[in-house]
């Protein structure tokens, strides 16, 4: 385990300083975009020309009103380029703490009916391409968030742009602390000496000094090395389960699973009080994961960003072949292969791990260190890393959307306070982006005392939440008649019901 621990610290030290180089690139790019802007404004040019030079730049400049105006350089092979990058980038948010850990260790549990969950998550493609994105896509460009069209959708009442924005933000965040202890699960699980939560605080303290700047990011090569690592591990594990188990042959393996009803791959019955039926799954899975396609504001952010409406269609879905991958290995490793090689020495009830999350780790760590000695910790690392920079950008995104999208319409009603004051409003948005931090770690300390596996956890938040916010946007395109009382009445009466019946 020594090799793993020592690949492991090497490998976070050269993502961390890869990491760092790449920020603060990005922090000088928009310092040398900013004084470009403001010289721009105080020329006094013809606006021909000053597209061209805009579009030498490739920046964004703001209008006489104050509104963000986008111009492109005239370069289709940069245009490209870009997009090519974003769709790349997108694909590879799959490599993610929360699957790795959520996914092996619930379908350990309950078998590979959880395959019947792909099915729901294909559906749910279908629906943002085809009823979001067309018209999600055609909005005024002024609209910057989805809680933006919701308020302007009815009557530009802010009250509406307020609940939907702290909704989903209240999903963001919740999502975002499962990044931090699936990152946590991954370290204890490698370094057991290192209780969970001081996993989660040392992840979490190395987060909030990223979110305070914006949030780290990453290249998009380091992105494709570290989702290439993942894939490679996980492949490596499943050849290794079924052709050097220490006490099954390899036809021995499949009778095992399939005697304890491992290998049943979709559940058939009408169970609705059962989560993993095919039926609930094509049902209740599609709506929530449209919602996250194409309503979650940093999937909306990403396609409304994109020029040409085919390009932007296309990258909704860009990942689904990436998603179907994952979650297939993922759910064979732990609904089948994981289940055998654990057979008659279940981890969680010798003691070998503190929580039911590793058991998908502790395999993929037993299995390789046998093997493949430090590949573990370079596959930890790579998941650890980019999960850190989800999380750190995230917290990011969330303390800037509660501030633009709830405090500041709110508190512009009675003050004009922060439109002058552009320093003060800075550093208000970096405390807020602190204190969700802060607290985003607490809430992940508390994770270890439930039973809940990551995916569970996951999904039932998606479904909480997310399930009526996409009803709040069907209602709102394809009812002209229903008003801002109603839709809120039903959004809120929906909400309640889907939280009182959440399974804990």
């Known amino acids: 385990m020594y090799w793993e621990q020592i690949a492991f610290c090497v490998c976070v030290i050269g993502f961390i300083m890869l990491s760092s180089v790449k920020t603060i690139d990005k922090h000088r790019f928009n310092l040398r975009k900013k004084k470009v802007i403001q010289s721009l404004l105080k020329k006094s040019m013809s606006r021909e020309d000053l597209i061209k030079q805009i579009a030498v730049s490739g920046i964004v400049v703001k209008a006489e009103d104050n509104t963000e105006v986008k111009i492109e350089p005239f370069d289709g092979k940069a245009h490209f380029s870009k997009y090519l990058k974003v769709v790349i980038n997108y694909c590879m948010t799959f490599n993610s703490a929360i699957l790795v850990v959520g996914s092996i260790a619930e379908s350990y549990f309950l078998g590979v009916r959880i395959m019947g969950n792909i099915i729901g998550i294909s559906i749910g493609y279908i629906y943002a391409a085809l009823i979001v994105h067309p018209l999600m896509y055609g909005l005024e460009s002024d609209i910057k968030t989805p809680y933006q069209y919701f308020e302007r959708r009815f009557n530009n009442k802010k009250y509406v742009r307020a609940i939907t924005a702290f909704a989903a933000m209240l999903f963001y965040f919740f999502f975002l602390t499962l990044y931090l202890w699936g990152c946590a699960v991954l370290l204890s699980t490698l370094i057991p000496q290192i209780p969970f939560w001081v996993s989660v605080i040392l992840i979490g303290a190395y987060s909030i000094i990223g979110s305070t700047i914006g949030g780290f990011t990453q290249s998009t090569k380091t992105n494709v090395v570290q989702f290439c690592v993942l894939i490679a591990g996980l492949i490596i594990a499943l050849v290794l389960t079924v052709t050097r188990h220490k006490i099954f042959e390899q036809s021995e393996i499949w009778q095992i699973a399939e005697q304890n009803n491992r290998t049943i791959f979709f559940d058939t019955s ?17 709506l929530p994961w449209a919602y996250i396609h194409s309503l979650f504001l940093p999937n909306f952010i990403r396609y409304r960003n994109i020029p040409g409406k085919k390009r932007s269609q296309f990258l909704v879905i860009s990942n689904f072949p990436f998603m179907a991958i994952i979650n297939s290995f993922l759910f064979i490793s732990g609904g089948v292969l994981c289940f055998v090689y654990f057979y008659g020495c279940d981890p969680a009830s010798s003691g070998k791990i503190a929580n039911r999350n ?47 999208e709830i405090i500041k319409p709110i508190l512009s009603e009675f003050t004009n306070f922060f439109d002058k004051n552009e320093k003060l409003v800075n550093q208000f948005k970096t405390i807020l982006t602190i204190i969700l931090g802060i607290m985003s770690t607490g809430l992940a300390i508390s994770f270890q005392y439930l039973r809940n596996t990551l995916l569970s956890l996951l999904l039932i938040s998606n479904n909480t939440i997310n399930a009526p916010l996409f009803g709040l946007y069907f209602i709102s395109a394809f009812n002209p008649y229903v008003n801002h009382v109603g839709a809120m009445l039903a959004f809120l009466s929906n909400l309640g019901i889907k939280a009182s019946i959440a399974p804990t």
Do not use: K
């Not at 009408?270 to 599609?286: C, E, G, H, K």
């Open 270 to 286: 009408a169970d609705f009080t059962t989560r993993y039926t095919i039926l609930n799954q094509t049902l209740s899975i599609p």
């Open 358 to 404: 590793q058991l998908g780790t502790y395999w993929i760590l037993d299995i390789l260190s046998e093997h493949v000695p430090s590949y573990t910790g370079i596959m930890f690392a790579s998941i650890i890393a980019y999960s850190v920079v989800q999380h750190s950008l995230g917290i990011a995104l969330c303390g800037q959307t509660i501030f633009g």
